[in-house]
Every structure is written in C-alpha cells, then in structure tokens.
C-alpha cells in the first residue's frame, strides 16, 4: 500500500524530500500511481501510463543514489493529451486522432524527461482544447474535483485544460503541463484553486504539441504553488529550432525571481476590465488582491486598456481562421479516423464529418467562412489589425506600471451542462484571458479566495514579455498574501 | 451554408443546414461590433514573434523514417497511403 501522505507535496517539497532520501521516486510514483486509479471517476486522465512511470522513477532513483539527480528527478507529472508523446497513445480528445501514436516526442516534454520527470499520463481536454469546460472531449466531460458545499451536481474543471488541472488539484499530479490558446491554462486553474502560468509567446516551444491556432497556443505548466510554477517553467522553457516562433533567448532562473520583495513596482488595475460584466463578489477579490500586494509596498495605478471589449470578438476570429487551416490535416489519409468514400473528397468529407466533435467543426466552419473569398478583409485582416491595437494598448500600459493585476475569470466554476447550448456565453468565459493571449503576454492564474458558492476563484497577474520573473515574483507575494489552503471536496489519499 | 461545408471538407446532413446556418449568423453579427473601430492605418498583426523567420541551413537533418510515419495510416501498400482512386 503506497503513502497517501506523499501526495499532498508540493513539486519543491517533494524535489526536497527525494534529495534527502525521505522517499524513493519509486514509492512516490507508486503513490501517485494509485492516485490516478482513484481519482478515475473524474476522468481527468485519457491514457494512464502506471507502468511507464515507474521505470522512469527507477531510472531516477539509480541517478539520485549516484548523486547526479537532475532538476526534476523522480517528480510524477501529468501531460495534457496534446502533447506528442512517443509510442503513447495523443488524442487531442478527438475522435478523428484515433489510434494515433506519435513516432516523435514534443519538446516541452522531452526537456522535461530529460530534467527526471516521471510520466503518469495523458490529461483529457476540450476537443482539440477548443472551449473553456473540458466538456466537449471525445471521450466525455471531466468533473472538477469541487463541489459547490451541500450541492452534488458535478462542475467543470474549467478548460481546454481541465484534465490537467483536475489531477493536480485532486493530488493525482504533482503538476502537469496545459496549452493555453485564449485562457486554457489559466481559466481551469482559477476553477480549480491551483496556480497556472502561460508564459510569454516563444518561451516555450509549440514543435509536437497539436496545433489549434498557432499564432496564439502557449506551452505552460499547472502546478500547486508558484515556486513549482517556476520550477516547471524554467524545465520547459528554452530555444528550439524546430519552431520558428521560438525565442532564441537565454532561460532565467525563475525560482531566484521569488524574492518576496515587490517594494516599488507598479501594478495596473485596468478598468475597462470592470465594465465586462464582473459579479460584485469577483470584483471585491480583485480588490482584495490590489489592497494585498499594495500592502507589500507596490503601488497600484489606475490604467486604461481601450480596446478591451473587442478582444473576444477578434480572438473568435483569429483562432478559427488558424484552427480551420490548422486541422485540414485530418484528412483520413495519413493517421487516425477515415470513413471510407466512394472519391477521395467524398473520404475526406464523411471522415472529417465522423471525426469532429460539434464545437470543433463549429470552429472550423466559422475560420473557414472568415478566411474564405470576399470576406477575408472584412473579417480575418480587420481582425488582425484590431489585434495590433489590443497589443498597443498593452504596451503603452506597460510604460507606466510593470505588471497588470486582473481577475482571472468572470466567474467561479459553473454545472456541467450550464452554457452548453449557446457558444457565444461560453465564449465570455475568456473574457479577461483572451486580451494578453493575443499580445502574447505572460499571465499567470493565482488562487485568491473563494467565492460565496465556496468554489475558488484566482487572479491574474500579466506582465512585459519576456519577463516571467516580474510576473512570478508579484504572483508569489499574492499567494502568500491570500494564503489559499482550501482543498477540494474530493482528493486522492483521503482518508477523512 | 453548403458551399462553406464544402470548402471545409465536412459532409453536413441538409436537416443541419438550416440550425447551423442561423448559429453561424449569430456569432459573425456578433463579431460584426468590430466594425465600430477604426484600424484605417493599423498594420495586421500576423504574429507576436519576430517579424523576420530565422534561415538555417538547407541540409537533410532526418528522413528515412518510412515504417514509422506509415505506421500510423489507416490504409497502406507496399510502402505508400492508400487514397480512393482519383484518375480515371
């Protein structure tokens, strides 16, 4: 029987004890492995991998004994199901990637491995991490692991990341890896109550994560704390070749940027970011949030980001066109799904008909129809051109303060099946994510507080690009000034 | 509606034609509110990244992998994907 007790580490607390020899990587997989049994009934994992993950702790119990651990040896952590994994099963939670095993290994997760991180498995997502609920996965919703108290109905983790963000909130993970696009990272780790950091465009390498909207998909860790934030981040970030959108740029040390000193920095307070539709509980958060970090010696300023409310609009643009594109790939030809057809258009059209989920080809139709002939320029340029006025905005904010304190979502984690039949008010829930994704900042999500529904609720922190330091330094007095210990209603290893 | 389904390779059953078309409306109105900005000057924003894409070197980095990306089609002969036949 495994150690329930080893699951409540968090990434430096158990970096620490398998240092000191408290614990094997083996018996920490091993509890690990029993967690993401346990937590099945969320179904926040598509593909566990048990048997993986212990030869990988092995591999880094021998290198510990030597004393030459890698930064991350032994650490058990979760992949969301877009990441290329070599020999294992990626889903992209689509039916149309049946079968599909990639013959190549993504780069995020190959740094990672060769960092000591220990594989448990694939995290389920929205199809094709399009939505913002981790409902509309191929192989079926994940519950997040909260309930609202004294009501039963399942909620949604929040999403594209939701399986990811689930198991790290329900100790099936230590931490795991997202993809944000418009807030995928971010929204489920406010849902959840763990901290998510979508660092800046180029940080971290997109080669062998399936592609939704390239101009905006960002690699980032979804972890407990910042500290393991910035672990995580610096194991993941760094130049590839391979992408062209990668930034040759040198990896800081993160963790050193956690000083606990933010004495002088100016924090925008945005306020076109009330006017969209912020409940008084939300807002009286995001408040609390500038009063905390006020209290530790920043100054909070009032800024003004104009074009804010075209965000959405522009990003539902921008995302379908490139996922359109995108996904003309899956074509039955080359991997996964084919239906057969009696032409070759007729196999592509019955196979791509099979294969997208109603979200997904939702998307598709809309990229299609704003890139097609005759409506190019009035949709998919003038989208691009306002995009430049969003990234404008964002960079005359940051000549006056050095990072921007915002809510993380307009609200907490709804029922599954709430917002489901109308797109655009699922589409709100990006609301404040949406704007830095486009310009390509970094944001972080931390938890603040809980909301009257006892379901938490985080703050965002967006700062210049390229400087995640700024971003987790700030991110960490939050934390510690909100001092979040609320668990959810339902982790592994309970034994209450 | 057809002619979009047809251009994004998706075989649409006619009943769904109609509830898709009105979905569709809806949400290109909504983006219609971009309208209301002035961007007469605005360059587009293709990327966040450098403007520039980097060159490297134009040699063979790795190939030969044949078993390995066939491994993965749904259909396949003698070393090549199987497409229904497109001449006549």
């Not at chain 1, 509890?31 to 993401?36: E, R």
């Not at chain 1, 904010?397 to 809510?407: G, M, S, T, W």
């Given at each position: 029987m495994s150690d329930p007790s080893l699951l409540a580490l968090t990434l430096a607390e158990a970096r620490d004890g398998l240092a000191r ?99 448990l498995g694939k995290t389920n997502l929205d199809e094709f991490a399009m939505g913002s609920s981790s409902t509309t996965s191929f192989y ?357 | ?88």
């Amino acid at each position: 029987m495994s150690d329930p007790s080893l699951l409540a580490l968090t990434l430096a607390e158990a970096r620490d004890g398998l240092a000191r020899k408290s614990f094997s990587a083996r018996e920490l997989t091993a509890a690990y492995n029993d967690a993401v049994s346990e937590i099945e009934p969320l179904n926040a994992y598509i593909t566990p991998t048990p048997e993986r993950a212990l030869e990988m702790a092995g591999a880094a119990d021998r290198r510990l004994a030597k004393g030459n651990a890698l930064p991350l040896d032994g650490i058990p952590i979760a992949v969301k199901d877009l990441y290329c994994t070599k020999g294992v099963l990626t889903t992209a939670a689509s039916h149309i990637l049946d079968r599909f095993c990639p013959p190549y290994e993504s780069t995020v997760t190959e740094k990672l491995w060769h960092s000591g991180a220990v594989m448990l498995g694939k995290t389920n997502l929205d199809e094709f991490a399009m939505g913002s609920s981790s409902t509309t996965s191929f192989y079926g919703p994940v519950e997040s692991p909260w309930r609202r108290p004294g009501d039963n109905r399942p909620l949604v983790p929040g999403g594209s990341s939701g399986g990811s963000a689930a198991a790290v909130a329900a100790r099936a993970a230590v931490a795991a890896t997202g993809t944000d696009t418009g807030g995928s990272i971010r929204q489920p780790a406010s849902y959840c109550g763990i901290v998510g950091l979508k660092p800046t465009y180029g940080r971290c390498s997109r080669w062998g994560v399936v592609a939704f909207a390239s101009s905006l998909d960002h690699p980032g860790p979804m972890t407990r704390t910042v500290r393991d934030a910035a672990i995580m981040l610096h194991a993941m970030a760094g130049h590839d070749p391979r992408d062209s959108t990668s930034a040759p740029l040198p990896v800081p040390d993160f963790e050193a940027a956690l000083t606990g000193d933010i004495r002088g920095l100016r924090v925008g307070i945005p306020k076109e970011y009330r006017a969209e539709g912020m409940s008084a509980e939300i807002e009286a958060i995001w408040q609390q949030g500038a009063n905390w970090l006020q209290g530790a010696g920043a100054d909070p300023v009032e800024i003004s980001l104009p074009m804010t409310k075209y965000a959405l609009p522009t990003y539902y643009i921008i995302a379908p066109a490139e996922a359109s594109s995108n996904l003309a790939r899956y074509d039955g030809v080359r991997f996964g799904l084919r239906v057969e057809g009696d032409s070759l258009d007729e196999m592509y059209e019955l196979t791509r008909a099979a294969g997208f989920g109603p979200e997904v080809r939702r998307r598709i139709l809309v990229g299609t129809y704003v890139l097609s002939a005759g409506y190019y320029d009035d949709y998919y340029l003038k989208a691009q051109r306002v995009r430049s006025l969003i990234a404008r905005d964002f960079a005359a904010a940051f000549e006056r303060v050095d990072c921007i304190l915002a809510p993380t979502a307009p609200s907490a984690a709804f029922a599954i099946g709430e917002n489901s039949d109308d797109p655009i008010a699922m589409y709100l829930n990006d609301v404040f994510t949406v704007p830095s994704s486009l310009a390509g900042l970094p944001a972080i999500s931390v938890p603040a507080g809980l909301s009257r529904d006892g379901l938490p609720v985080g703050l965002q922190i967006i700062g210049r690009a390229f400087d995640e330091e700024t971003v987790l330094r700030i991110a960490y007095v939050l934390e510690s000034a909100a001092q979040f210990r609320q668990v959810p209603s339902f982790v592994a290893g309970d034994r209450r | 509606m057809a002619r979009i389904a047809t251009l994004a390779r998706i075989k649409l059953p006619e009943a769904e034609w109609e509830p898709l078309a009105n979905e569709l409306a809806r949400i290109l109105t909504w983006m219609e509110q971009l309208n209301e900005v002035d961007t007469s000057g605005i360059a587009p924003m293709t990327s966040v990244a450098a403007a520039r894409l980097p060159m490297r070197e134009d040699r063979v980095t790795e190939g030969g992998g044949r078993e390995e990306i066939l491994a993965n089609a749904p259909r396949t002969a003698r070393g090549f994907f199987v497409v229904p036949k497109v001449v006549e």
